[in-house]
């Protein structure tokens, strides 16, 4: 008989961060061991994993989708040209950028290769690496405790509100915290859609300004 063999090596059903997560770990102990994390088969082909960073005490955690092909070179989130918009934008609704804690919901970039130059072409992370990824972000969120955790996309929505949400409906309204926690979530787009943007950018740009003055005032 033929021996049935997953491709992606890991088995169906068997995604989980969580044997590699350090029970009642703080944020320096999380990022360690997140970077020996194989929950999922995204640590394979990326350069390594990319932890959150930032202010350790921030009021505002915000989560954005995967790294980049900038991030996963340089281990950090968003320092390319999604991350410096992102900047701005803070900024300009009165959040100051080095006062928050910038993270994603899936630690490991996932990209597939095309092009002359096999160029890294960002693929979207499917729900099972997204669950899969989850234990690392909750535990940030447990140690940061924000007021307020901003969801840069839909699938930072998803991992933080369920397979069901549709950043179109909720954005930039106050939500609940995920999982019964104090404070506000709040929801608006990722910031590379404003630069994928072909038409009116500058109204995508002032639509997420709009939703993250939204998060600016929820600050007590
Ligand atoms: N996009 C993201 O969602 N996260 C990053 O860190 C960079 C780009
Ligand atoms: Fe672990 Fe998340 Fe990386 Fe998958 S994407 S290997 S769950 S850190």
Redesign the pocket.
């Known amino acids: 008989m033929r021996k049935t063999t997953s491709t992606d090596g890991a088995g169906p059903g068997t995604y989980d961060a969580s044997p590699y997560v350090p029970a009642d770990a703080d944020l320096a102990a999380l990022r360690r061991a997140a970077a020996g994390c194989e929950g999922c088969p995204l640590y394979r082909d990326a350069t390594q994993t ?1 932890f959150g960073s930032g202010d350790a005490t921030a009021r505002v955690l915000l989560v ?5 092909d900038q ?1 996963d070179r340089r281990g950090e ?4 040209p ?2 410096r918009l992102l900047a701005r934008a803070l900024d300009e609704a009165g959040i100051d950028p080095d006062e928050t804690y ?1 993270t ?1 919901a899936v630690k490991h970039f996932k990209f597939t290769r095309t092009g002359p130059g096999k160029r890294r072409i960002h693929k979207p992370p499917t729900l099972r690496e997204l669950t899969a990824c989850k234990p690392w972000l909750l535990g940030e969120l447990r140690e940061v405790a924000p007021e307020v955790v901003v969801a ?2 839909a ?1 930072a929505g998803k991992a933080l509100r369920g397979s069901s949400f549709r950043v179109t409906r909720e954005r930039g309204v106050p939500l609940p915290m995920p999982d019964g926690g104090d404070g506000v979530l709040v929801a608006t787009i ?3 859609a404003v630069l994928r943007a072909d038409e009116d950018r500058d109204a995508v740009y002032e639509g997420l300004v709009a939703d993250l003055r939204v998060a600016a005032g929820a600050l007590a």
Do not use: I
């Open positions: 990319v954005g989708e995967q790294p980049g991030e989130p968003f320092v390319g999604a991350g910038v994603n840069l996309g699938t990722h910031p590379s």
